[in-house]
Structure formats: structure tokens, C-alpha cells
């Protein structure tokens, strides 16, 4: 898919700038590769890069699929219950195929984790968002979800973007304000959307449990030379510092690839 290789390509070079300012391709085009990201997680299994007709349409079609689709997640007004549905789908295809986060920009997780932690009366009322175990669990999914996304992010510096990014658009929630305290209440909003449940004092203790492991093990400057990886594995955290071999071996692997060439 030349779109995944796009993105695969697209991503390591932001990271290698720790994720920041970025002017190797347009702010449209990098803008419409996030909204791609987004849209792309409801049709898991289908080509959302045909209905497009190729890269020919151009940006400014992505753009426009985008805020028809966001409108059809997030409109409280009408298809209050559909929406909810919605919402879990993407959820669930999240944790069928976290890996592709990878890859994902930090206003495609932001905007992500905007859309995930949604939740009103009529999410109340869908029977789905109680999850299948015996005692219901409610967003169980799109718990699971958010916990994925926070597990991609790479750096610090990441996080706070990512954190900034949180809005229906992926715009910056800090722009000329205070990023420190956008940051601490976006985490604020993740943490009580994770503490949704019957027991809330245990639910509560259990988010920031969840929430203070991820963020304690992410890096405060990036490892160049090394695969991607979620945050909670160990390839991630034995990979601390810049790999001196890279890029004479260069190969765009998964993790597991790379680590067996290292063997």
C-alpha cells in the first residue's frame, strides 16, 4: 500500500526531529495523511485508498471526507445511537491491529483520543459499550483503545503534542496559551474517562496506575537508528540510544524482524 509506506517513511522522519516543526511535504498534505489515518480506522479490511481514486482527488477531497465523517462520530444532535456504535467500531479496530498507530501523526492520535473518550446518555443506553464479560465493564473497548494509543507515543515530547492535539480536528487546544497546563488537563479528561465503571475508587486508582506506567518509560530524546515500537515492550526500552550502525543496515522493518537480524 503506498500510502502505509508513505506513512512508515513519513513518521520516522518526524520522529527523528523528536516531533517537531516538520517542512519535508505541506502542511496540507501532512494534515490530509492524518485525517486519512483517522477515516481509514472504520474500514479496516477495505481499500479507503480506492474510494479516494489514488492521490488523484487531492487534499482538499480528503479534507472534505473528513469533516463529513467526523460530523457522523461526534453530531449529538441526530444518529445519537449510530454514533456511539460508531465509536466502538473504530475501537475495536484499534485493538485488532494496534501496530498501525505506528504510524499514525500526533494530530491523528490526538484527534483519536478526542473521539474515543465522547460519551453521553445515549452511549449509555448502547448495549455494546458494556463489554462481554460477566460483570459489564462499561467502554471496555474504547478503554482498551486509548490505552493503545498512549502506548505508541514515542517521546515526551510526543505526548504533550498528542495531548495538545486532543480536539475534533487535531488542532492545538494550546495555541497562544499555556501548553504545561493543556497538557495536565487533557491527562486529567483521559484519566476520568478511564476510571468509567461500577467500583469508580478502584477504576480511579487502576487509570492512574495505567497512566503513570506509560508515561514514566517514554524517552526524553529518541533512539535514531531503531524500528518503532510501542512503549511498553521491551525492544522499546532496551533501545535507548542512537544506534551507530544505522543507516548502514538500513531496513524499514517491524521490531520483530529487526530484532532477528540483530541475532
Not at 479496516?44 to 480528503?62: A, K, N
Not at 449529538?76 to 475501537?91: F, T, V
Not at 464479560?133 to 498512549?150: A, C, G, N
Amino acid at each position: 500500500n503506498t500510502i502505509a509506506e508513505f506513512g512508515a517513511w513519513l513518521i520516522y522522519q518526524l520522529y527523528r526531529l523528536d516531533f517537531g516543526f516538520f517542512d519535508l511535504v505541506s502542511k496540507r498534505a501532512f494534515k490530509a495523511y492524518g485525517q486519512y489515518c483517522v477515516m481509514q480506522l472504520e474500514s479496516v479490511g477495505s481499500s479507503l485508498y480506492s474510494t479516494f481514486g489514488g492521490v488523484g482527488r487531492g487534499v482538499d477531497f480528503v479534507s472534505q471526507r473528513f469533516e463529513e465523517f467526523m460530523g457522523s462520530l461526534i453530531d449529538e444532535d441526530k444518529n445519537k445511537l449510530e454514533a456511539s456504535k460508531r465509536r466502538n467500531q473504530i475501537a475495536k479496530n484499534i485493538n485488532s491491529q494496534p501496530m498501525n498507530l505506528l504510524r499514525y501523526t500526533p494530530e491523528a492520535k490526538g484527534i483519536l483520543l478526542y473521539v474515543l473518550t465522547r460519551h453521553g446518555f445515549w452511549d449509555h443506553l448502547d448495549y455494546e459499550n458494556y463489554g462481554e464479560k460477566f460483570t459489564p465493564d462499561i467502554y471496555s473497548d474504547r478503554k482498551e483503545s486509548v490505552i493503545w494509543v498512549l502506548r505508541s507515543i514515542q517521546t515526551i515530547a510526543e505526548w504533550r503534542k498528542v495531548m495538545c492535539r486532543m480536539s475534533p480536528d487535531g488542532r492545538s487546544l494550546a495555541e497562544g496559551g499555556d501548553k504545561d497546563s493543556t497538557v495536565v488537563l487533557q491527562e486529567q479528561h483521559l484519566i476520568r474517562f478511564l476510571q468509567e465503571g461500577v467500583d469508580r475508587v478502584e477504576d480511579l486508582f487502576i487509570a492512574k496506575e495505567q497512566f503513570a506506567a506509560i508515561y514514566k518509560v517514554l524517552k526524553v530524546e529518541i533512539a535514531w537508528g531503531y524500528a518503532l515500537a510501542m512503549n511498553d515492550t521491551p525492544y522499546y526500552q532496551l533501545n535507548s540510544a542512537p544506534n551507530s550502525h544505522y543507516p548502514a543496515q538500513c531496513a524499514f522493518v517491524s521490531c520483530v524482524d529487526d530484532l532477528t537480524l540483530l541475532g
